[in-house]
């Protein structure tokens, strides 16, 4: 008898024990049970949305999964808008909002499109236990459906009516169509009108640690062109003129050795020249001809710079004009910079937004956050509204080798970014 007591206290104990640490609501702790309840329903959704193709090119296949996220966004009650973006040669922009609420007014950013249009060897979902592989599976579709997740989550907790969220998801984030300005007018707006943003891209694990960004690098392309009076190379260096080689030759490696500053990368991608020269608009293939004893006339290089400010981007972009501008005899060169994406530097309110999200990872009994390095993260949609709100990246499923065929995502991460993301909205919804 006394026995069968002890057995009944524990038990009663263990029940009354939470799983996680004392620091979620009754509220939050429905939130919890609700992304268990729906893990599976889940990942049957990301395997359909991964199985249709869609390439940022394939406009086809980029509004089938429009047409197929509008329930899923419309069940839960929020409005669907579809904004179809022929002007610049893509499918469109899907936004799903509710508003109405009395909290801050979110932002969640992901986009429809991945990197592996229809012609790509890579097109279909595999699982593997916890690991599912596939085009888009954490870049982006694994994102779209964490939302989703935590929306459900907020719904089935009886929250979801406090929250101002407007889901944001671009249809060209990894081609982005031309010009930019076009491309991103409405998720520009999208930012000035909200309080902060939040990125479903995938998650970084650092070791072992879950880990969240809250800046990037922006990333800009650079063009080269000098030239040089050609005539014999008996002459070279010696009144004759350097030549257009050697005057590339000089800018790069004074990019070089002079460029260098933290969060600062620049890369010389092509370089070609001679006496005659030609190169393609999108600087990826260029033809040369020329012989030994002519001095170059013609040569290009082209690159990338990669910088954490539109500040510093701006200050290197001057820097290097200042070293083209030194030209050896003979010799002129000129830089141009493409149309790029801007950078998301740190903020405090960022940090501080980083602060609440690593505080909930605690009280959901799994300890801080590891905060990760910005220089490591690609560039991305969130940038574009990271002058007017503060953010964090990578909240999306945890993932590897995204932009290569055999992309993975590890459904370990998925209850608990969609918790994480829910516990966060619905404390910023109060
Ligand atoms: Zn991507």
Redesign the pocket.
């Known amino acids: 008898m006394l026995k069968t007591k002890t057995a009944a206290a524990l038990l009663a104990l263990a029940i009354a024990a939470p799983s996680f640490a004392d620091g979620l609501s009754g509220d939050e702790k429905k939130i919890v049970a609700s992304v268990k309840s729906h893990h599976d329903e889940s990942v049957a959704l990301l395997e359909k949305l991964v199985n249709v193709n869609s390439g940022s090119l394939n406009i086809a296949g980029v509004t089938k999964v429009a047409d197929m996220l509008r329930p899923e966004f419309e069940k839960l009650g929020l409005k669907v808008t579809w904004t179809p973006m022929a002007e610049i040669g893509r499918a469109g922009t899907f936004v799903a909002a509710h508003h109405g609420g009395t909290g801050k007014k979110i932002l969640l950013i992901a986009h429809l499109d991945?990197?592996f249009e229809p012609d790509s060897p890579f097109q279909t979902f595999k699982r593997t236990g916890e690991s599912v592989e596939g085009p888009g599976v954490s870049?982006?579709k694994g994102g779209i459906v964490v939302i989703l997740d935590a929306l459900h989550a907020l719904k089935d907790a009886g929250l979801l009516d406090k929250a101002n969220v407007t889901v944001f998801l671009s249809g060209d984030?990894?081609k982005p169509g031309h010009p930019l300005a076009t491309a991103r007018r409405d998720l520009i707006a999208a930012g000035k009108a909200s309080d902060l943003a939040l990125d479903f891209?995938a998650m970084s694990r650092e070791g072992d640690k879950d880990t969240i960004h809250i800046g990037r690098r922006g990333a800009l392309a650079w063009r080269l062109s000098a030239t040089g009076t050609s005539g014999h190379s008996s002459g070279v260096g010696v009144g004759g003129g350097y030549g257009a080689v050697y005057e590339v030759a000089r800018i790069v490696d004074e990019f070089r050795t002079e460029l260098a500053e933290p969060h600062l990368t620049y890369n010389t991608s092509l370089i070609a020249g001679s006496a005659a020269a030609e190169i393609d608009e999108q600087a990826t293939r260029a033809t040369v001809s020329g012989k030994d004893n002519i001095i170059a006339g013609k040569a290009y290089a082209a690159g990338d710079l990669r910088a954490l400010s539109e500040d510093q981007a701006e200050r290197v972009k001057k820097k290097m004009q200042d070293i083209v501008g030194r030209h050896l005899d003979k010799t002129s060169a000129e830089i141009s910079f493409e149309e790029g994406y801007p950078a998301m530097a740190p903020t405090a309110a960022s940090q501080a937004l980083f602060d609440q999200l690593s505080k909930i990872n605690g009280d959901l009994g799994m300890g801080a956050l590891n905060e990760g390095d910005p220089d490591k993260r690609?560039a991305?949609d969130i940038a574009f509204v990271a002058h007017d709100v503060p953010g964090l990246v990578g909240m999306g499923l945890s993932g590897k080798g995204?932009?290569a065929v055999g992309e993975t995502a590890d459904l370990a991460s998925l209850d608990p970014q969609a918790e994480r993301a829910a516990i966060l909205i619905a404390r910023l919804s109060r």
Do not use: L, R
Request: hydrophobic share 20%; aromatic share 0%; proline share 0%.
């Open positions: 991945t990197v870049d982006i984030e990894e891209e690609g991305g995204s932009h």
